[in-house]
């Protein structure tokens, strides 16, 4: 048996950083990602590790750090320069960026998706508040694009004949179902958005006196993203669709708690899904091997 080459050793450390912080970040979509192959779940915890790691950037962690906006900035275009260069050679010294690079490259993505996450990223260092085409832009390149991203991991195990238009034919669910992640979690976050980051993300509403017809109305916009996602969930390659259902039943969940909940208490109050319910929502989605369930009936909050 042969010794092990310095970068293949690297890269397994650089895949057990990216695991370590899907653990610590996000309890929800490590859930999901353990029903994936091994082999599909190292690579979609190696996106959202450099996803996370770009979200640190500009949500606060420099600010802690000591920096400033501009300082801001300069790390996160210097992440983007990082990561372009890692795809193109297939090697960072920073391990995350390592890890992101090595799944772009074997899933066949570059800067057609990691620009528009980087340009969304960088909208939070200098915009606000948005109106409707600032938002849908912002959400395409924060959140869209890592659907894309985790959609072109799922059609590895495709013959490579019929990628493309697999990735084509599913791309409006991926999209779909990324956008109303991002949305459930802007709605959720409404107040902590606002007061410590200084951001409002949906147009013409005001974080402090959301109404119970607004709250309907981005509810509303969530469930039709919801609804085209779910219908592509059934065309997904199998080992990716019990997976995506789950990430589909928790938000759907959380949806269906933010509906009940009043307005009024979803600005004082970070609504979660308790973790009892998430793995009825992880059983159910097993149960029904992944086949499209219909919006959820939300557990009594309370």
């Given at each position: 048996?042969g010794?092990?080459s310095?970068?293949?050793?690297y890269?397994?450390v650089?895949?057990?950083?990216a695991?370590?912080v ?5 309890t929800?979509f490590?859930m999901?990602?353990r ?6 779940r ?20 420099t ?11 300069r ?15 297939g ?15 074997e899933a066949?993505f570059?800067?057609e998706?990691t620009?528009p996450f980087f ?6 260092l200098h ?6 085409q600032s938002l849908a832009?912002?959400v ?5 694009v ?50 410590r980051?200084g ?5 013409d509403?005001?974080p ?7 709250k ?17 969930i059934?065309?997904?390659?199998a ?11 928790l ?7 933010l ?5 009024e208490?979803?600005i ?10 998430k ?5 159910r ?10 919006h ?7």
């Amino acid at each position: 048996m042969g010794t092990m080459s310095r970068l293949t050793l690297y890269g397994q450390v650089a895949e057990k950083a990216a695991d370590l912080v899907v653990r610590e970040y996000s309890t929800s979509f490590g859930m999901a990602t353990r029903l994936l192959a091994p082999w599909c779940r190292v690579h979609v915890r190696n996106i959202y590790a450099l996803v996370r790691l770009a979200d640190e950037v500009v949500d606060g962690a420099t600010e802690e750090a000591g920096g400033d906006v501009d300082a801001a900035r300069r790390l996160l275009d210097r992440l983007e320069e990082d990561t372009d260069e890692a795809i193109a050679t297939g090697y960072s010294t920073n391990v995350l960026v390592h890890a992101f690079a090595a799944t772009a490259r074997e899933a066949g993505f570059a800067t057609e998706l990691t620009a528009p996450f980087f340009a969304s990223m960088r909208t939070d260092l200098h915009r606000t508040v948005h109106d409707a085409q600032s938002l849908a832009d912002y959400v395409y390149g924060s959140a869209e694009v890592v659907g894309l991203m985790c959609l072109k991991v799922f059609l590895l195990e495709e013959p490579a004949a019929v990628r493309a238009a697999r990735y084509t034919e599913l791309t409006p669910g991926a999209r779909a179902l990324g956008a109303a992640f991002q949305k459930v979690n802007f709605l959720r976050d409404l107040a902590d958005d606002a007061d410590r980051l200084g951001r409002r993300y949906f147009p013409d509403i005001d974080p402090q006196h959301l109404t119970e017809a607004e709250k309907d109305e981005i509810l509303c916009d969530i469930n039709d993203d919801l609804r085209i996602a779910r219908a592509a969930i059934a065309d997904l390659p199998a080992q990716a669709r019990r997976a995506v259902a789950v990430a589909a039943g928790l938000f759907g969940e959380l949806s269906c708690r933010l509906a009940a909940t009043p307005a009024e208490q979803i600005i004082r109050t970070r609504v979660s899904v308790p973790t009892p319910v998430k793995l009825r929502v992880a059983a159910r989605a097993l149960r029904d091997r992944g086949t499209p369930a219909p919006h959820p009936t939300p557990t009594p909050v309370g």
